[in-house]
């Protein structure tokens, strides 16, 4: 029995040296010299500012920027401290009157507007930092981005599409704008 | 379901089994104790691991020794990691300061990870730090599952062995699964996440100025931090200004690759694999999602090697296959169709343009397929990472994962723990058969008696008795009550999804349950000690009974089982036992649900 135990510890701490330490830090060292960007987070940095990461949204909510998914985090949305969703049932009468909320702001913003609202511009990601919007959500938004900026709309259509990433391969994922990057597109013009 | 789903589901299944053959044989030469490469590059560190624990790889054990072996090292396992959760506060790599963890949530997450559960009461950057995260959950995951893949090796050399004592050297499986299996694929795979943008690195979070500073109403706390209610009860708040964004980083990558392989599912941040960071791309996403089943689908072909008749393991595989495939169909109609906000003004057909369906709670980068497809796949094997909140699936969608876990994690299941449940259904499967027509069961040339009949009831009676006893309890007292977050017949969903994840040990939850109370860590974490142990003994007691058996010729009575007509037995005795078992409670919440709705 006693050696079983011994064996038990033994064997307990050279796997942490060996999968907890080792593989970890050598992980890590790899990473930091062949990724080193990735590895750091894909932070965007602009005039020696560093002004977000590539992967993780933000919010906006002004008419002037495209918006992105409304986030679930706490105490403010686009929290990348602390990821979360709002785990609410499609089910949910709390849920349904959010969605109405959202869409009757996204209305507010933009009167003339009565198509309906994609689905993914309305309803909170999983992450509640989601980068992305579909580009029928992008489009959706583009007739109030020019209007506020007093920009012409091809222009505004032709940074949607140059923010609009494909599927991989033509085939795996989804479509989608990287909304922080076009937004950093637009402030620059 | 879209042309392009079909496209990505179809190619996922292809790429899945294409690798099992492959895969499969290099593991059958690794338990085998046959030449590998890894033995040049790592063979010292297995000799080491053998000196500084004092075991002689040589000797082989009976089923008592491997089993009190595995319990002990599992024991001091659970120890550790409550030890160093108790103890973070004081201990070094802790750059965000974080407290030590409350004494419930630390044995509820040293059992989750030590069991290969998995299942989180806590939100992973904001409580654990990355010495924890490193040491406690890095560790037990690969520990946790190499010692699945060691049962289920055992179990196997039960069926190939005749008239034997032993069934092998729990050390020598634990360690050769982990250096020569589980380390060197996490470590590609890691470096392969980082390529993608998963994060690795020990700096402290990062903090950047937002683009555009957004108004937020914070809410008021007092000195204890506690917030302050106004006169309604409601809490006080006050208007703010957004400025600056805090990005969680730290040595992610490491730990999401070995959480994918082992069908662990602990995710290094709170959302799991919905977190940009633990999964931002197409291509990491199919990854993470291949890495859920395939050491679990290879499994099968080792089985068969091991056997030496590989139609057996594709048998087992092609049952596993077909119940999956027939899920996963309906929770992707269920998620794309489902017919949501619509009076709102939204629309939600797909298109080019967009993915369309359910999108609460999904990512865009990953749309409805993906979610559905990695929702299936991670309660079928008892995974439990999430990319996607099945909390906020539509009814029907959110009972496929539900039931998949239901049906007891043998549907590919854990690494290791989902093969031994389902050879544990193909004994009953041979026994029904042999009833049907009066012979004495046999499966593999082994004689299926009393007691193997019993060991495999147990082993399918006991996960459901702690689920639906759980559940029962859970809605009947207010500490159970006090946790549900979506109101009505939703919530009782809420609560039977949480003990069937954790006596299942599957680890995903509908994730609204507020389950970081003593109640929920306590009684979630007893349903998971008994709900890998007390199935794992009474499958090495099987693999302990079979070794010694002679092995019996075959005969013109003798059932084949790898036949199609034997696939469909056990395909059917799966469905049929978890449908018994679980309709009446399924039809209380989300059945009703849907037809409510």
Redesign the interface.
Known sequence: ML??????????????V????A??V???L???L??PH??????IVKGG??????????????PT?FWG?PSATS??????????????????AD??KS??GR?DALRAADPGNT??????L????????????????A?YQVGRVAKTRKLDESIVHGLVAQHTEG??FG??????VNV?EL??AL?SR | MTANGVLQLVFYMVVLLVLAKPLGAYMARVYEGRPIVLDRVLGWLERLVYRASGVTPELEMGWKTYALTMLLFNLAGVLAAYALQRLQGVLPLNPAALGAVSPDSSFNTAVSFATNTNWQGYGGETTMSYLTQMLALTVQNFVSAATGMAVAVALIRGFARRSAETIGNFWVDLTRTTLYILLPLSFVFALVLVSQGVVQTFSPYAKVAVVQPTEYDEPVTDKDAKPVLDEKGQPKTKKSTLTEQVIAVGPAASQIAIKQLGTNGGGFFNVNSAHPFENPTPLSNFLELLAILQISAALCYTFGVMVGDTRQGWAVLAAMTVIFVALLVVCVVAEQNGSVFVKQGVDHTASALQSGGNMEGKEVRFGIANSALWATATTSASNGSVNSMHDSFTPIGGLVPMWLIQLGEVIYGGVGSGLYGMLMFAIIAVFVAGLMVGRTPEYLGKKIESYEMKMSSLVILITPALVLIGTSIGVVTAAGKAGIANPGIHGFSEILYAFSSASNNNGSAFAGLSANTPFYNTALGLCMLFGRYWLAVPVLAIAGALARKKIVPVGAGTLPTHTPLFVGLLVGVVLLVGALTFVPALALGPIVEHLTW
């Open positions: 050696t079983h135990v011994r064996a038990a510890i033994a064997s307990l701490v050279v796997f942490t060996v999968t907890g330490v593989y970890p050598l992980v890590t790899i990473a930091q062949v990724f990735q590895a750091n987070g894909s932070l500012k560093t002004v977000g990461s590539t992967l993780i949204g933000q919010p906006f909510d002004a920027y998914r105490p403010f949305g686009y929290n990348a401290g602390s990821s979360g969703a709002s785990n609410l049932s499609p089910t949910n849920l349904v969605v109405q869409v198509a309906p609202v994609p689905v993914d309305v309803t909170a990601s999983g992450s509640g930092l989601d980068p992305h919007i579909s580009p029928a959500a489009l599927r991989l085939a795996l994922g989804e479509p989608r922080l937004n950093l402030d």
